[in-house]
């Protein structure tokens, strides 16, 4: 099984440029001989994915097993519309000599580069090789930098490692400065959905339907029975007092009417099924009610606006929760 990394960083790079690109070069070359990392996916972008995917190419010339390809978030021409020509003149030569071209989407839409970054995220099996400023927190590298947490791939930041101070570039980095290179950034909390591991207790739609049936039967017995109207004892009366009692007879109807009508509806509510969706999978048991309030909540953790639709996905097998929000943004969660 092949083993694989992304590239995710900001388009300007703060720092002298020879330098940076020894420090990635060195960085690059260790995981593909100590990690065996063969694969690198990178998202077509100036700046740092362009240095990123230059390298590769590079180091292909010592490492020909290694292959780069590029994940554009939509057509060449949409992505580099505003870019200079010496960029666009970047992306051409890039796109033709990766490995592989891959569009998440044919045009360009609200929410295809978060779609563009959630893909990287997802080809990269070991790594996530960043440049990232932790105080630019709700750019598209620090959103690909915590997707790639929640998956659980190690993240490497040159922003950090470059500020830490570099060696010189003409030289690998020492063994000290390279046991830092697999070190996790620990910026961000890293939010996954509870697992519950199966019981043994009975279906819990069972359950659930024993309890409503408990219910209805205790409501019906509390229920007043009612009595038949009895028979008053023939007497005669003056004309006069006969049609005094005859309101109060309707009022009597009215109110065992009203009474019969109460019971009615409460004996309806407690028939009403009491719905529980539990997804079991390996062993494991989980909760659609939590896996919604998890989704919400990462949407809001990133995003301010009302939800319109949501489609699910989910993924026993991947661990993983794939949801979709207003058609336009894309992103997942662990269970």
Aim: aromatic share 8%; with cysteine.
């Amino acid at each position: 099984m092949y083993r694989s990394a992304c590239f995710t960083g900001h388009r300007t790079i703060k720092a002298d440029i020879s330098i940076f690109s020894a420090l990635l070069s060195s960085v690059i070359e260790r995981l593909i001989t100590d990690k065996g990392i063969t694969d690198f996916y990178a998202g077509g972008a100036y700046g740092f994915d362009a240095v990123s995917a230059f390298s590769i190419l590079h180091l292909k010339e010592n490492y020909p097993e290694v292959k780069l390809h590029l994940i554009l978030p939509c057509s060449k021409e949409e992505q580099s519309r505003k870019w200079t020509a010496e960029q666009k003149a970047e992306l051409e030569n890039l796109l033709r000599l990766a490995d592989s071209v891959e569009y998440v989407s044919d045009r360009y839409y609200n929410g295809c580069m978060k779609a563009r970054n959630a893909r990287l995220v997802e080809l990269a099996s070991d790594y996530c090789i960043c440049y990232w400023n932790p105080s630019n927190f709700r750019s598209g590298t620090g959103q690909t930098v915590r997707m790639a947490q929640k998956k659980g791939i190690e993240v490497v930041n040159l922003f950090e490692m470059y500020a830490n101070s570099v060696k010189s570039p003409d030289k690998r980095l020492t063994d000290a400065a390279n046991s830092s290179i697999m070190d996790i950034s620990n910026h961000l909390e890293v939010s996954t959905m509870p697992r519950k591991k199966k019981t043994e207790t009975a279906p819990v739609a069972e359950v659930k339907a024993e309890v409503v049936t408990e219910a209805v039967k205790e409501t019906v017995a509390e229920a007043p029975a009612e009595k038949p109207a009895k028979k008053p004892a023939a007497k005669k009366a003056p004309a006069k007092k006969t049609a005094n009692k005859a309101p109060a007879k309707d009022a009597e109807k009215k109110t065992t009417a009203k009474t019969a009508t109460k019971t009615a509806a409460k004996t309806t509510r407690a028939t009403a099924p009491v719905e529980t969706v539990k997804i079991q999978f390996g062993g494991d048991e989980y909760d659609f009610a939590e896996i919604k309030k998890a989704v919400e909540a990462d949407y809001k953790s990133k995003f301010k606006g009302k939800v319109k639709n949501v489609e699910y996905y989910i993924k026993p097998e991947d661990k993983a929760v794939y949801y979709v929000i207003n058609s336009d943004f894309s992103d997942k969660i662990e269970l």
